[in-house]
């Protein structure tokens, strides 16, 4: 078990570039969660998958974003024409969810963005 | 899922027990109550989670009241490497969304 990875760990785009993180979860679990967190503040849910299905997406996630789990594995998550105000970490987290009880998130060690 | 109040800093000596307090008056009687803890620039460490009973691992302790309105986190002997910035979460189990405050900052001191 190697844990929740994430690549890059750091990215600097100039603004209205377009952007793309990738995150390996945990091997056999069947969640993926994205997490977005500015400075000083507590991560941020953004959206999460079942398997491959995109079940829940927040509000903060705008048009511009858009995440995929092809084959529920790994995921991407794509940040079109970046603004300032996109810079921040972006987490990963995956669990084991089997229905009968809670299941835990562990998260990765995150994407740090910053939009020049 | 329920919300939850920590203080925003706490101070500890290092060798000494840490015991970081969360009040989760709102909790549902399935909820469960996570800790997590985010020491600067990296993704949150999971530490323990419990339903009712008490709950040791080898990292921490959790303790949750009776009435389930409170819980408190305990560090056993607290390191330099345990400063860090600790999150108190309450979720449902099935819950998607970990919905996290602003932690208790932790600052263990030599």
């Known amino acids: 078990d190697t844990g929740v990875s994430q690549n890059p760990r750091h990215k600097i785009t100039k603004r209205g570039q377009n952007v793309t993180f990738r995150c390996d979860p945990i091997?056999?679990?069947?969640?993926l969660y994205w997490y977005r967190q500015t400075l000083g503040q507590g991560p941020e849910f953004l959206t999460y998958?079942?398997?491959?299905?995109?079940?829940?997406k927040s509000r903060l996630l705008s048009d511009r974003f858009s995440a995929e789990r092809p084959k529920g594995s790994f995921s991407t998550l794509e940040i079109q024409r970046t603004e300032q105000g996109d810079s921040a970490m972006y987490l990963c987290?995956?669990?084991?969810?089997?229905?009968?009880?809670?299941?835990?998130?562990?998260f990765g060690p995150g994407t740090r963005l910053t939009v020049l | 899922d329920a919300k939850t109040t920590q203080p925003p800093s706490m101070d500890c000596a290092e060798g000494r027990a840490a015991n970081l307090p969360c009040n989760h008056s709102?909790?549902?009687?399935?909820?469960?109550v996570y800790w997590y803890r985010q020491i600067h620039s990296q993704g949150p460490q999971y530490i323990i989670h419990g339903l009712k009973n008490n709950e040791t691992n080898e990292m921490a302790s959790l303790i949750i009241t009776e009435d389930r309105k409170s819980s408190t986190l305990i560090l056993p002997h607290a390191t330099l490497r345990d400063t860090a910035v600790y999150y108190c979460?309450?979720?449902?189990?099935?819950?998607?969304?970990?919905?996290f405050g602003a932690g208790t900052r932790l600052f263990v001191k030599a």
């Open positions: 998958f079942q398997n491959e299905a995109q079940l829940e």
């Open positions: 709102t909790i549902s009687g399935n909820e469960y």
């Open positions: 979460i309450v979720r449902a189990p099935g819950g998607f969304k970990t919905i």
């Open positions: 987290a995956s669990s084991l969810y089997q229905g009968v009880s809670t299941d835990t998130q562990y």
């Open positions: 091997s056999e679990h069947n969640r």
